[in-house]
């Protein structure tokens, strides 16, 4: 059980292009997703939290604007690259926190691999 | 601030035991996990600690020391397959509810 799939795996664009990632859990309903980037041997970095039917929370120096997050239904959270430049390449990772709790707080979803051309 | 460290390399041999350490000094603290991450993938929950001690599962054993903010991840019997990026991480009250903040990550190499 708790699986969380994302779409698509691995994406490239053209600069200035918009770019749409999907992050679904599969088996459990999730009140809040999480978005997270990391780039080459680094860590993940928390972009954003998102809960379910209202607007997300941006992490400080996360620009809001740029990165939009919807979070429409218990089992879906988009996030949308908006005119995408060389330096969003990165990989971007989804978590879902389980309505029903428990303390393993979040899972994760396999990643995208975003490259901006 | 939050601020998790954690080694950034280890090196160690097939069977052997290595232990990963990782210091905090956060605002707020509900706990604190181990990530194991294999390059490109996303991170595989391993454990998590909330109270003192020693929480063991099969070849991974957690530990945590609340008062000191430290904690460290043993690994026995190593394999190669446990070549891999170890994450700890802190899970934090933040302005959204709770939040994961993570460290750089430890870079295990096992070598046969």
């Known amino acids: 059980g708790a699986v969380v799939s994302q779409h698509p795996s691995r994406v490239i664009c053209k600069s200035g292009t918009s770019v749409k990632i999907e992050c679904r859990s599969l088996?459990?309903?999730?009140?809040?997703m999480f978005w997270y980037r990391q780039f080459p041997k680094k860590s993940l970095m928390l972009m954003a939290t998102s809960n379910e039917g209202s607007k997300a929370t941006y992490e400080q120096g996360v620009e809001k604007d740029k990165f939009l997050i919807n979070h429409a239904s218990l089992t879906l959270s988009t996030l949308t690259v908006t005119s995408a430049h060389p330096e969003d390449s990165s990989f971007y990772i989804c978590s879902a926190r389980d309505l029903a709790g428990g303390p393993y707080e979040q899972y994760f979803g396999p990643g995208t691999r975003l490259t901006v051309t | 601030g939050q601020n998790i460290d954690q080694p950034t390399e280890m090196t160690a041999t097939e069977g052997a035991i290595v232990q990963i350490n990782c210091t905090y000094q956060?605002?707020?603290?509900?706990?604190l996990f181990w990530y194991q991450q294999h390059a490109g993938e996303a991170p595989t929950f391993l454990s998590y600690?909330?109270?003192?001690g020693l929480e063991e599962k099969g070849r991974f054993s957690s530990f945590l020391s609340r008062s000191k903010g430290y904690s460290y991840l043993l690994l026995k019997e190593l394999q190669m397959k446990d070549s891999a990026s170890y994450l700890c991480?802190?899970?934090?009250?933040?302005?959204?509810?709770?939040?994961?903040?993570f460290g750089k990550g430890t870079t295990l190499s096992v070598s046969s």
């Open positions: 600690n909330v109270l003192d």
């Open positions: 991480a802190v899970r934090v009250f933040d302005q959204a509810g709770t939040a994961l903040i």
């Open positions: 956060t605002s707020g603290f509900n706990g």
């Open positions: 088996d459990f309903q999730a009140t809040t």
